[in-house]
């Protein structure tokens, strides 16, 4: 069946440091991706998405490219503000479902 | 914010006792399902509906079901709750299924069954 794989937390990082949180997945046909992000307290919410291989979803300075060679859909930040802190979830739609499969989690810890 | 209601937002039962769980939405949407979430699972989906009185079983089924006689409701029962049901639970809507339709997450229910 599907899975996401995403890479253990949590990830401490200072502010304005680069962030990478990685996403690998299992899934047959061509899966939609998505990363939501849980701030405390809080349900998710939609972060980003892509649909198809080679799409880039982006918002709020993140980024996330599907790359399908690689079953890879990794988060991306450039320079991460202590509000990012946050746990963020990958995801995926499968070909023909109309749930998501999520990762684990990554708790990101952002200190000033 | 999309109208996602969860009710009770905490409570606290005892093994074998019924617990009912309710999700009210005030966007019409289509949609509706059922998650759970614990420590290094992430969410999984324990059912969902795709119209009043249709639903269907998610990866983590046992001991639950749902039930959806309104648009606007979709009520998770636990029929005899056992400790492994502890969890937090979500609810999510979507106007449709598909990818491009976004899906909207309550604030969610923690259930502690003792």
């Known amino acids: 069946g599907d899975s996401v794989t995403q890479m253990e937390g949590p990830v401490t990082l200072s502010e304005e440091a680069f962030l990478t949180i990685n996403c690998t997945y299992t899934a047959t046909g061509y899966p939609s991706l998505f990363w939501y992000v849980q701030y405390p307290g809080e349900g998710l919410q939609l972060l980003l998405k892509?649909?198809?291989?080679?799409d880039k979803g982006s918002n709020k300075g993140f980024e996330a490219t599907y790359r399908k060679e690689t079953t890879s859909f990794h988060l991306e930040k450039g320079s991460v503000q202590v509000s990012d802190s946050a746990v963020y979830f990958c995801?995926?739609?499968?070909?023909?479902?109309?749930?998501?499969?999520f990762g684990s989690g990554t708790r990101l810890q952002v200190q000033p | 914010d999309a109208g996602i209601t969860q009710s009770p937002r905490h409570k606290v039962t005892e093994t074998g006792t019924p617990v009912t769980l309710r999700c009210h939405q005030t966007?019409?949407?289509?949609?509706m399902y059922w998650y759970r979430q614990d420590p290094g699972h992430g969410l999984r989906l324990i059912h969902y509906?795709?119209?009043?009185?249709?639903?269907d079983k998610g990866e983590v089924s046992d001991g639950y079901s749902v039930s959806r006689s309104k648009t606007e409701d979709f009520l998770l029962t636990l029929e005899s709750a056992t400790s492994s049901q502890t969890s937090v639970y979500f609810c999510a809507i979507s106007e449709s299924g598909g990818s491009s339709y976004e899906q909207y997450f309550g604030p969610g229910t923690r259930l502690t069954v003792t």
């Open positions: 966007e019409n949407h289509r949609y």
């Open positions: 509906s795709y119209g009043v009185k249709d639903t």
């Open positions: 995801a995926l739609e499968g070909t023909g479902r109309r749930a998501l499969t």
């Open positions: 892509a649909t198809k291989a080679d």
